[in-house]
T-cell receptor, first 115, second 115 residues
Framework: AQKITQTQPGMFVQEKEAVTLDCTYD???????LFWYKQPSSGEMIFLIY??????QNATEGRYSLNFQKARKSANLVISASQLGDSAMYFC????????????FGKGTLLTVNP | DTAVSQTPKYLVTQMGNDKSIKCEQN?????MYWYKQDSKKFLKIMFSYNNKELIINETVPNRFSPKSPDKAHLNLHINSLELGDSAVYFC??????????????FGPGTRLLVL
């Protein structure tokens, strides 16, 4: 069974500062993918970034980067230079390999960016 | 053009009614999914179809029945609606089912309220 844990129900950050959202995972799969999604107050789910278990480098997408520490089973999302529009719910999710087709989500972290 | 679309966006109905939610994707993907997001924002897979074949059928009441007329469409029909069915239902799609790298792209969600 796969499990995603997001221990921060809510986080606050000042505009223009960097923030790290924590995510730890548990799986017995050797090959797996880790994903982060953003859900603003309007409700849609927006894909942000992906990290594969065999990727040697941390994934980056613009202001988003993923701090992947395989031995610690963590996949933290780092948002640099926070903007007011970053205020949203952020979900960490994982997908196993083979016939494991589904995304398993964490409970989410509500990020508030203060001006 | 919207990649994954759902109709309706909002659905308010009485207990005991039957309702359907429609989903369409124009990404050319083979696999589509239904997820349910509860009042605590927790997301959980319900069903998945790969090229019109059911591949995931989680523990969901049999009042819920998915139908995939073709690989671009996945509909969700709910019979005898109950108060506990109130939630946001998300449709998603991915290029293929297998592989931990397969990113799932979500529709805007359908907010169902059962009175």
């Amino acid at each position: 069974a796969q499990k995603i844990t997001q221990t921060q129900p809510g986080m606050f950050v000042q505009e223009k500062e960097a923030v790290t959202l924590d995510c730890t995972y548990d799986t017995s799969d050797q090959s797996y993918g880790l994903f982060w999604y953003k859900q603003p107050s309007s409700g849609e789910m927006i894909f942000l970034i992906y990290q594969g278990s065999y990727d040697e480098q941390n994934a980056t997408e613009g202001r988003y980067s993923l701090n992947f520490q395989k031995a610690r089973k963590s996949a933290n999302l780092v948002i640099s230079a926070s903007q007011l529009g970053d205020s949203a719910m952020y979900f960490c999710a994982m997908k196993g390999g083979g016939s494991n087709y589904k995304l398993t989500f964490g409970k989410g972290t509500l990020l508030t960016v203060n001006p | 053009d919207t990649a994954v679309s759902q109709t309706p966006k909002y659905l308010v109905t009485q207990m005991g009614n039957d309702k359907s939610i429609k989903c369409e994707q124009n990404l050319g993907h083979d696999t589509m999914y239904w997820y349910k997001q509860d009042s605590k924002k927790f997301l959980k897979i319900m069903f998945s179809y790969n090229n019109k074949e059911l591949i995931i059928n989680e523990t969901v009441p049999n009042r819920f029945s998915p139908k995939s007329p073709d690989k671009a469409h996945l509909n969700l029909h709910i019979n005898s609606l109950e108060l506990g069915d109130s939630a946001v239902y998300f449709c998603a799609s991915s290029q293929l089912a297998g592989g931990p790298w397969e990113t799932q792209y979500f529709g805007p969600g359908t907010r169902l309220l059962v009175l």
